[in-house]
């Protein structure tokens, strides 16, 4: 293994896993692979994180991951919690939705985050830099080729030089214009909106409540209000106005904001103004841009000895602002993989399940999403009759219901996406929770913990965990030290034994589980039910790790 994983500026250089990219993906990756003790190299052509707004809410399962980093409180306290969304069409507001009270009891952060991309790539760089790697800013991913057990790539230096670097697994998180992809021929199918998007942050001044996430809606438009820090300050995105201002970069390949162009917001205010049924006056404009959006998705994200991730693997509408937080769900899905098939000896077929876990949630999210667009933009008569008639209508009574409220919730904050139907979720029991479902939400308190705390900061430390609970706790503990011991000596450090009895500290996670006598759940690293039984048995877990994980015995070690 490598002494560091550091930056290394030898002529010819070795890692474990090469990542291109370090925007929020190849930054969650590269702290994801610090954690695990996989050596990487993290490269980028850029000075340094970007400083640039670009993607904006922050979902719920995200800050559930950076909880486990340890960087989410601070990125709470940075950004703007948004407890509610309004609708509106013309001047009638169709439905307020409090987020907070869907989401509460759900997960620790029942809100969305309004926090630019820029603040949530200085986090994940601080959170990377705690561990001692760092990134190699000024450096690009030149050509690659794949060899047997490998990869061997060319990087180039700001000053002109050329690094041979050899690695074992390449990742692409390269943004939309990926090199890494491009080089492997994955197709990208898609398509790009005819209609232009614009993004200002500016001060908005009217007669709607301040501080909530607001959808207006009206005869030729739409547009976004999103709360940011700051007195009445907005992040608003709509679509360009057709008056011959729709002047942005036909160029533009990916979903981000191109450079700033001849355009102003001030050129543009009066006719968005004019869509809007909402008075309402902008002033204080700090910044703005205009841009297409594409929707595209690769056919595959394994190619080999090589994956794509985030905007590199699939791009889509900003509606619903799913972007950033898919991509940082891609990695922390690939990781702790990477991890165990390099670390641990993992067969390679394990690497597989990256594709098939997370490829069918993009092909979900691009559905949605264009459908969602598409019925927001349409000119045509029945459609826009639908939109601004129907749709009120519907949408007040349907979302009155607590149970659709909060099935809305669940899919917007990203904590209902689950892998049920991976061959990863395994296991047959009687309990509320299944395989493939993410650990569901409670807080333990002592004697199970040191303190009251997430259940995800409880299992934070890298690695499978595996938990034996069980009501009457008589003997549980001698058990528990013994399946440790027996684990640690066939898959040395792969996985920690946590004996939970019925208490008052673990009451809240009997429940949730809905465990009447004994059950073992084995919990991946990205917080997801790998393997679950009612019962406690290490036959079916053993069979699990070495049969569907692909884990070798000690002594079947190369």
């Not at 994801?32 to 340094?48: C, E, H, I, N, T």
């Not at 169709?94 to 790539?121: K, M, Y």
């Amino acid at each position: 293994m490598e002494t560091s994983i550091a930056t290394s500026n030898t002529a010819a250089s070795r890692t474990t896993v090469l990542i291109a990219g370090a925007g929020p993906s190849g930054l969650m990756l590269a702290n994801q692979l610090a954690r695990l003790d996989v050596p990487f190299r993290l490269v980028d052509g850029k000075s340094g994180p970007t400083r640039e707004s670009r993607a904006l809410g922050v979902q719920a399962r995200t800050l559930e991951l950076y909880q486990a980093l340890g960087i989410a409180e601070a990125a709470v306290a940075q950004g703007h919690r948004t407890l509610a969304g309004n609708i509106y069409v013309g001047r009638r507001r169709v439905q307020r939705v409090p987020l907070a009270d869907l989401g509460q009891g759900q997960t620790p952060f029942p809100f969305l985050l309004i926090l630019e991309q820029s603040r949530n790539e200085a986090l994940l760089y601080q959170a990377l830099q705690q561990t001692g790697a760092e990134v190699d800013w000024h450096t690009s991913l030149g050509v690659f080729e794949q060899q047997a057990g490998g990869v061997r790539a060319t990087l180039q230096h700001a000053d002109g030089r050329e690094e041979s670097i050899a690695a074992d697994w390449l990742v692409g998180c390269d943004g939309a214009r990926s090199t890494v992809r491009e080089q492997l021929g994955l197709a990208f199918a898609g398509g790009t909106y005819q209609n232009a998007f614009f993004v200002a942050d500016t001060r908005v001044d009217w007669p709607l409540p301040h501080g909530e996430l607001t959808v207006c809606l009206s005869q030729r438009s739409f547009v976004v209000f999103f709360p940011m820090p700051g007195e009445q300050r907005y992040r608003v995105i709509g679509v360009m106005p057709r008056d011959g201002t729709d002047k942005t970069d036909e160029t533009q390949a990916d979903a981000s904001p191109p450079g700033p162009l001849a355009l102003r917001f001030e050129d543009i205010a009066a006719a968005v103004r004019a869509q809007m049924d909402v008075e309402v006056a902008f002033s204080q404009t700090a910044w703005f841009s205009s841009y297409r959006v594409h929707h595209r998705c690769v056919d595959r994200f394994r190619a080999g000895r090589c994956f794509v991730a985030g905007d590199a693997a699939h791009v889509h509408s900003p509606v619903g602002a799913q972007g950033m937080n898919t991509g940082l769900q891609d990695v922390c899905n690939l990781a702790w993989k990477l991890a165990l098939v390099s670390r641990h000896g993992a067969h390679e077929r394990l690497l597989d399940s990256y594709h098939g876990e997370r490829w069918p949630i993009a092909q979900n999210l691009l559905r949605t999403t264009d459908n969602a667009f598409q019925f927001i933009i349409s000119e045509q008569p029945l459609q826009k009759a639908v939109r601004l008639k129907l749709f009120p209508w519907l949408a007040s009574r349907v979302l009155a219901v607590p149970a659709v409220r909060r099935r809305v919730f669940r899919t917007i904050s990203q904590i209902g996406l689950h892998y049920q139907a991976s061959r990863l979720s395994q296991g047959v029991s009687t309990l509320k929770a299944r395989a493939g479902e993410r650990l569901p939400y409670v807080e333990v308190a002592p004697p199970l913990a040191p303190q009251a705390m997430a259940v995800y900061v409880w299992l934070s430390a890298p690695g499978l965990h595996l938990l034996m609970l069980q009501r009457d706790g008589a003997g549980l503990a001698e058990l528990a030290q013994q399946w440790q011991a027996g684990l640690a000596q066939r898959w040395p450090a792969c996985l920690q034994v946590h004996p939970v009895a019925f208490s008052a500290g673990s009451a809240a996670l009997f429940d949730a589980l809905g465990v009447a006598g004994s059950a073992l759940l084995l919990v991946r690293p990205d917080q997801y039910i790998a393997y679950i039984e009612t019962g406690l048995s290490l036959d079916g877990l053993e069979a699990y790790l070495s049969g569907v994980l692909g884990l070798p015995a000690g002594d079947e070690r190369a």
